[in-house]
C-alpha cells in the first residue's frame, strides 16, 4: 500500500472491545418487558412489573453514563482525530434529524386530523352518513371540546402561560448561543454562567410546564382521555417536555465539564451537540406553540 | 497493528469489529429467516386443502403475521445491515465501522426485540393477529394482551436500526478512503447510502405510529378512535408512510448486489453507473409520496387516488432504468454462468415480474378488484424472495469466498439456485391466478374453486423451505467445517473494487489500518 502523506487519515481510533453495548441491550430488553408488563399489571416470573421496568432503566442510566465517561476519557486523553469528531458531529446531525421524524408523525396526525377528520365527522364530502346517523349532534371545530362520542373540555388558551414559555424558550437559546461565543472566545467564566443560565431556563421552563397540565387536569378538565384535542395536545407537549428534560440534563452536564476546564476552542464537539439538541428543542417548541396553542 | 482476533464468547459479545458484528447480523438473520419459514410451511400446509386441517383460525392469522414481522424485521433487513457491516469498510477502504460500540449494540437490541416479540406466541390470548401491518382498530381495541409487547418489540427494532443507519451514511461520508469520491464508490455502498437515508427518515415515524397505538390501547387517547375525533384511516397512513420507504429499504441494498454481480460474470464494466445513483436516488424520493396506493379501497377522495397512482406508476421509471442497464450490462459480454451470477440474473428477471406486478396494482380501478387477494401477496413474495432474498443469496455466494479464504461447493450451490427457482415460482406463480380469480389472502380458509392452485403453491413451499437446509449445509461447509479449495485474492476473473484488489483472501481482521489510494 502506498505511502499516506495526509495526516487526517493517519489513524482512526476503533475502540477495543466493549462490554457496554451488551449490557445496553439487556438494559433496554428490561425496560421494554417491564413496561409492557407494567402496563398490563403482570408480573415476570413473580417480581412485579414496575420492578423490572425500573431495573431496565438503572442498566440503561448505568450503560450511558459509563459509556459517555468513557468517551470523554477518550477524547481528553487525544485519542480523537479530527476525522474522528466529524463522525460524531454528523451521528449526531443525523439522531436529530431522527428525532424531527419522530415528531414530525405527530405533527401529521394533528394536521390531518384538524384538516380532514374534523370535516368528515362533520359530514363534509361522502361522509354525510357518517354524520347523520352516527354523531348527528357532533359540530366540528378546533379545539375539539366535545367529541363525537360526548366527552366534554375546554381548549388551552395560548396567551398565559404558553406564551411565557415561548419567551423563556427562545430566550435560553439566546443565552446559549452567548455561551458558545464565549467558548469559542476562550471567555471561561462567561462560558460557565451563561450555559448555567440556559440549563435554569430549561428548568423553569418545564416546572410551568407541569403547573400547565396540573391546571388542565384539575381545573380544565383537558386530560390525555379528552378526544383526539387532549390526545394531540399532551403527545405532543408531553414529547416535547421530554426532550426539554434530556436537553436540561445535558446543559447541566455541560456546564459541569465547563467549570472543570473541558473543551477547547478548536474541539468541542459534545458542546455542540448539546447546543444543536437545544436548538431542535426550542425549534419545535416554536412549532408546538403555533400549530398546538395558538391556530 | 497486528492481526490479533480475541477467542471465545467474548469475541461477540464485545466486539467493536465491522467483519464480527457483520457475521452476528448474517446468522442472526438466517435463523429468523428459518423461524419465519417455519411459520410459512404452516400457512402452506393449512392451505394445502380448502376447509380447516391443522390450526385454529386465530393460529392462522398468529402465523401470517408474524411470519410478516420476523421476515421483514428480522430476515431481510438484518442481512442486508451483515451485508453493509462486511463490505461496506472494505469498499471505501475504512479501517471499521465510523462508531464501532454503537454498531454492536444496534446489533445486540436486535435479539431482545425478537425474544419479546416470539414470546407473545406463549402469552395468553396468544401472538399478535392482525397481520404484520397491525391495522387500528385490530390492533388497537381488539388486539390481543401480547400487543404491548409486540409494541415495545418495534420500538427495540427502530432503535438499532436508527443506529445502524446512522453508522452507515457516517461511514460514508466520513471515512472513504482518499481518492474514494462520492461517484467512484460501489454500487453497494451507494444504495445502503440512500436505504440508510429512508431508515432515518421512517423509521422514527413507525416508533410514532406504535407509541399512538399503545397510548390509545391504555392511556386513553383517541388517536384512531372516530367517536374521541381520531380516525382509524389515519393509522394507515402513517403506517404506510413508513412502510412504503420500508419495502425500498429491503430491495435497495439488492439492486446494489445486483450491480456489483453482473459486471463481474460479464466481464464488462457497469452500464451507466450514474443513472444508477441517480435512478436510486429517485426511487428513494418517490418512495416518500406513494404510500396510500396501499389504501385504495379505504374511501379516500377521488383526487388523492389519483395522485398515489400516478406517483406510483412513476416509480416503474427509474426501476425500468435500472433493469435497462443490468440488461445492457450484460448485453455482448463474455458471460460465465457461476452461482452469484445465476442469482443475480434471476432477481433481475423475477423481480422484474413482480414490479410489473406492482405496476398492474397501481392502477386505482383495478387494485379495487385486486386488493387484499393472493396476486398482492403474489406480487410482494416476488420482489421480496427472488428479490431481496436472492439478492443477499446471490452476495453470500459471491463474497463468501472474500470472507472465508475458501471457495464454496459450486455443484451443491448451483443445484441450491435451481431448486430454489423452480420452488419460487412454483409457490408464488400460482397465486397470481388464486388471486385474480378472488380468493383473499389471510384466510385460512378457502372455496374448493382455488384447490388446485394452492396445491401447487403449498406443494412448492415446502420444496423451497426443504431447499434451504442445502444452503445451510453449502454455508456451515466452508464456514465452519472450513472444506473448498483456497479462494485467490481477486476470487472472481472480473472482480473489481477495493475489496478484491487490495486485500487478501480471507479478508484480514483488521483491513485498512492504512488507507489505499484510489485513483
Known amino acids: 500500500m502506498s505511502e499516506q502523506t495526509n495526516t487526517e487519515y493517519e489513524k482512526y481510533y476503533v475502540p477495543e472491545q466493549s462490554k457496554l453495548p451488551f449490557i445496553g441491550s439487556i438494559g433496554l430488553f428490561f425496560t421494554a418487558l417491564g413496561a409492557g408488563k407494567t402496563i398490563q399489571g403482570e408480573d415476570f416470573i413473580g417480581i412485579p412489573g414496575g420492578l423490572v421496568l425500573t431495573f431496565g432503566i438503572l442498566v440503561l442510566i448505568f450503560m450511558l453514563s459509563t459509556w459517555w465517561a468513557a468517551t470523554i476519557r477518550e477524547s481528553m486523553s487525544g485519542l480523537y482525530s479530527a476525522q474522528m469528531s466529524r463522525s460524531f458531529r ?36 361522502n361522509n354525510a352518513a357518517t354524520h347523520e346517523f352516527l354523531w348527528p349532534e357532533f359540530i366540528p371545530n378546533w379545539p375539539m371540546e366535545k367529541t363525537p362520542g360526548g366527552e366534554t373540555t375546554t381548549g388551552m388558551g395560548a396567551w398565559g402561560l404558553p406564551a411565557i414559555n415561548t419567551a423563556i424558550l427562545l430566550f435560553s437559546s439566546f443565552t446559549l448561543t452567548i455561551a458558545h461565543h464565549a467558548l469559542v472566545e476562550k471567555n471561561r467564566a462567561t462560558l460557565i454562567q451563561f450555559t448555567a443560565i440556559t440549563a435554569a431556563l430549561g428548568v423553569i421552563f418545564m416546572g410551568l410546564q407541569i403547573w400547565e397540565y396540573i391546571h388542565a387536569y384539575t381545573e380544565m378538565g383537558l386530560t390525555l382521555g379528552s378526544g383526539i384535542y387532549g390526545s394531540t395536545f399532551f403527545m405532543l407537549t408531553g414529547f416535547h417536555g421530554l426532550h426539554v428534560t434530556v436537553g436540561t440534563i445535558f446543559l447541566i452536564i455541560l456546564t459541569i465539564r465547563c467549570a472543570k476546564g473541558h473543551f477547547t476552542p478548536q474541539d468541542h464537539f459534545a458542546y455542540e451537540a448539546g447546543a444543536w439538541y437545544w436548538h431542535f428543542v426550542d425549534v419545535v417548541w416554536v412549532f408546538l406553540f403555533i400549530f398546538v396553542y395558538i391556530l | 497493528m497486528g492481526d490479533h482476533k480475541p477467542t471465545g464468547i467474548s469475541r461477540w459479545l464485545f466486539t467493536t469489529n465491522h467483519k464480527d458484528i457483520g457475521t452476528m447480523y448474517l446468522v442472526f438473520s438466517f435463523i429468523m429467516f428459518l423461524i419465519g419459514g417455519a411459520m410459512a410451511m404452516v400457512i402452506r400446509a393449512e392451505l394445502f386443502q380448502p376447509g380447516l386441517q391443522f390450526v385454529e383460525p386465530n393460529f392462522f392469522n398468529q402465523m401470517t403475521t408474524l411470519h410478516g414481522l420476523i421476515m421483514v424485521f428480522g430476515a431481510v433487513m438484518p442481512a442486508t445491515v451483515g451485508l453493509a457491516n462486511w463490505l461496506i469498510p472494505m469498499m471505501i477502504g475504512a479501517p471499521d465501522m465510523a462508531l464501532p460500540r454503537m454498531n454492536n449494540w444496534s446489533f445486540w437490541i436486535l435479539p431482545a426485540a425478537f425474544i419479546l416479540l416470539l414470546s407473545s406466541l406463549f402469552m395468553e390470548g396468544g401472538a399478535p393477529n392482525f397481520g404484520w401491518t397491525f391495522y387500528a382498530p385490530l390492533s388497537t381495541t381488539y388486539g390481543p394482551p401480547s400487543t404491548d409487547f409486540f409494541i415495545f418489540g418495534v420500538h427495540l427494532m427502530g432503535i438499532s436500526s436508527i443506529m445502524g443507519a446512522i453508522n452507515v451514511i457516517v461511514t460514508v461520508f466520513n471515512m472513504r478512503a482518499p481518492g474514494m469520491t462520492l461517484m467512484k464508490m460501489p454500487l453497494f455502498v451507494w444504495t445502503w447510502l440512500i436505504t440508510a437515508f429512508l431508515l432515518v427518515m421512517v423509521m422514527p415515524v413507525l416508533a410514532g405510529a406504535v407509541t399512538m397505538m399503545l397510548t390509545d ?55 451507466g453507473y450514474s443513472s444508477m445513483v441517480y435512478a436510486t436516488a429517485s426511487i428513494a424520493f418517490l418512495s416518500f409520496i406513494v404510500w396510500a396506493h396501499h389504501m385504495f379501497t379505504v374511501g379516500m377522495p377521488v383526487k388523492g387516488e389519483l395522485f398515489f ?124 391466478f388464486s388471486g385474480l380469480a378472488g380468493m383473499q389472502r389471510r384466510v385460512p380458509d378457502y372455496n374448493i374453486m382455488f384447490s388446485d392452485f394452492n396445491m401447487w403453491s403449498s406443494i412448492g413451499a415446502f420444496g423451497l423451505g426443504l431447499t434451504q437446509f442445502l444452503f445451510l449445509w453449502i454455508l456451515v461447509k466452508t464456514c465452519m467445517l472450513k472444506k473448498g479449495e483456497k479462494a485467490t485474492d481477486q476470487v472472481w476473473e472480473g472482480a473489481e473494487g477495493l475489496e478484491f484488489n487490495q486485500l487478501p483472501s480471507p479478508a484480514p481482521y483488521h483491513s485498512f489500518s492504512t488507507p489505499p489510494k484510489v485513483d
Open chain 1, 90 to 125: 454528523q451521528g449526531m446531525l443525523w439522531f436529530i434529524t431522527s428525532e424531527v421524524m419522530f415528531f414530525a408523525a405527530f405533527f401529521g396526525a394533528l394536521f390531518y386530523v384538524r384538516i380532514l377528520v374534523m370535516e368528515w365527522l362533520g359530514g363534509s364530502s
Open chain 2, 217 to 271: 390501547r391504555h392511556f386513553g387517547t383517541s388517536f384512531f378512535d372516530a367517536a374521541g375525533g381520531g380516525d382509524p384511516v389515519m393509522f394507515q397512513h402513517i403506517f404506510w408512510f413508513f412502510g412504503h420507504p420500508e419495502v425500498y429499504i429491503m430491495i435497495l441494498p439488492a439492486f446494489g448486489i445486483a450491480s456489483a454481480i453482473i459486471p463481474t460474470f460479464a466481464r464488462k464494466k457497469l452500464f
Open chain 2, 309 to 432: 397512482m400516478i406517483a406510483t406508476m412513476l416509480i416503474a421509471v427509474p426501476t425500468g432504468v435500472k433493469v435497462f442497464n443490468w440488461v445492457a450490462t450484460m448485453w455482448q459480454g463474455s458471460i460465465t454462468y457461476e452461482t452469484p451470477m445465476l442469482y443475480a440474473i434471476a432477481f433481475v428477471i423475477l423481480f422484474t415480474i413482480g414490479g410489473f406486478s406492482g405496476v398492474m396494482l397501481a392502477l386505482t380501478p383495478v387494485d379495487w378488484q385486486y386488493h387484499d387477494t393472493y396476486f398482492v401477496v403474489a406480487h410482494f413474495h416476488y420482489v421480496l424472495f427472488p428479490g431481496a432474498i436472492f439478492g443477499t443469496m446471490a452476495a453470500v455466494y459471491y463474497w463468501m469466498p472474500k470472507w472465508t479464504g475458501r471457495m464454496y461447493d459450486e455443484k451443491l450451490a448451483k443445484v441450491h439456485f435451481w431448486l430454489s427457482i423452480v420452488f419460487v415460482n412454483l409457490t408464488f406463480f400460482p397465486m397470481h
